[in-house]
């Protein structure tokens, strides 16, 4: 929402009565109403915030003199930490997303212990930050009260159970409903979806299957009694949806790249060649934030990396953002963000408004773009015209790390086996000429062995 | 003055329901264990009492 003298109000925060973000001049702030007075002084006061702002588990933040947006209800004004780059659930890998969860459960057991509880329990509030997730919404504490159920179990199942159970028991590709259903998968959609033997798991049982039949038959039905929990059957609760979420796993085999990089077309040599010359054109670029468009597991990120910038890594197997994500926790690569992504449909803005979630497109552009081994998937599996292909990367990046692929690469080869070609214009020159329209060639390589050519390319 | 903001959340009316149910017999369960655990403590103190008692019989 544009208000006037440069402060936007965040169309992300509006649904918590608690506060709101806004942004003044770039900087993120956000208003913290009088009706969260309580909570937030608890939050503070009780060292829970230092624990887990300590344990990386919380956003940090500053109390600020910035006057608040709505002084009318408004009780304090905080500048957070900023996220370097925001990411949606439906970007993440199973295991991002399953870490996610593990977050939220441990910060809810942390909280209990200094008297809170969280009142929310969504999977937007979570955020990759220095390769691990965070909680980046400082309102999302409640005082905790004897007795008092956990109002956000529901929205804990659906954000993060469901899709979980549904990836890791039906088609890792089930993730994507998170795209459809903003507020968590619907449970009797996933319990409907999930196989049968997902019934003989106590956990799934519980929480999705039961949990689902529970919903249906006290839909619209107020609840007559006030339902009390001792806060040892809450931790109880709380611990066993730990254990649930710990036992699903996904291995991230049989891929459509898996071993992609075995039998690329560069012998070493000529790969050393292609890494040193990403990394060489990356440190003349200096960048800040780099896109990798069709990163598979982040070979050429890691090279991109070792120039400190913050590698958002991007690719549209579910397998190799996978891998990529777990090498990024076993290195601990700070500045890597793996993410799922597919050019040919990239993340749209969606939600109230279609302005709650940000699109790909209004995360960019970064400082530069690597296109490796890429073009030849986007021209010929998706039939994108070359200059097509150029005006979309003109759109993400000032500078270009780009790879063209000739029709006589056998990786082109194979992908036209089972199809007549039609793509004529697919050549050196072709691809010259469409880049020529959007982009100024500042160096053309070929690493080494093979009829592939690497192009540092800064835009018009 | 109000001070505590009314829930933003709707639980849901079966979600709350059934939380209770879970969660209470994850108290029982978690309860039980604890009971077990604290007879097989006093059963497996008094035997290894016993057990000391017979070896330092045994040195004597």
Known sequence: MQTSNGIDRLPASFR??????????GVLYRQINRAYHQQYTRLLDSGLYRELVGAGLLVRHEESDQPPLEAEVAFKVIRPDRVP??????????????DAALVTLAIQKQAMKFGMILKDASAYNIQFSQGKPVLIDTLSFDLYEEGKPWDAYRQFCQHFLAPLALMAYR????????????????????????????????????HIHIHAAAQKRYAGKPVKRALRITSTALKGLVENLEKVISDLTWQPLGTEWGDYYDCTNYSDHSLENKKALVRKWTDNVRPDLVFDLGANTGMFSRESATSGALIISMDLDPAAVEQNYQAVKRKKEFNILPLLLDLTNPTPQLGWNLSERDSFH?????????????????????????????????????????????????QVQKLLASRKDIFSSYSQEGFESAFAGFFETIQAERPGDSDRTLYFMKRR | MHLIPIPYLDPGSGSLILQVLIATLLGIGLAVRASWKRIKGYFGRKKSTQEEEDADQQRN
């Open chain 1, 16 to 25: 918590d009565p608690a506060g709101f973000l806004f942004l003044k001049n």
């Open chain 1, 171 to 206: 088609d890792v590709r089930l993730g994507q409903l998170s795209r459809v259903y903003l507020d968590g998968i619907p449970l009797d959609l996933t319990a409907e979806l999930l196989p049968l033997l997902t019934r003989g798991n106590l956990g799934l049982l519980t």
């Open chain 1, 362 to 410: 209004h995360r960019g552009p970064a400082d530069l773009t690597l296109a490796l081994a890429l073009v030849h998937h986007l021209a010929i599996s998706n039939n994108i015209p070359l200059p097509y292909f150029a005006e979309f990367l003109a759109g993400q990046c000032r500078w270009l790390i780009v790879e063209f692929v000739p029709k006589t690469d056998s």
């Open chain 1, 85 to 98: 780059f925001v990411s949606y659930p439906y970007e993440w890998s199973f295991g991002q997303l399953k």
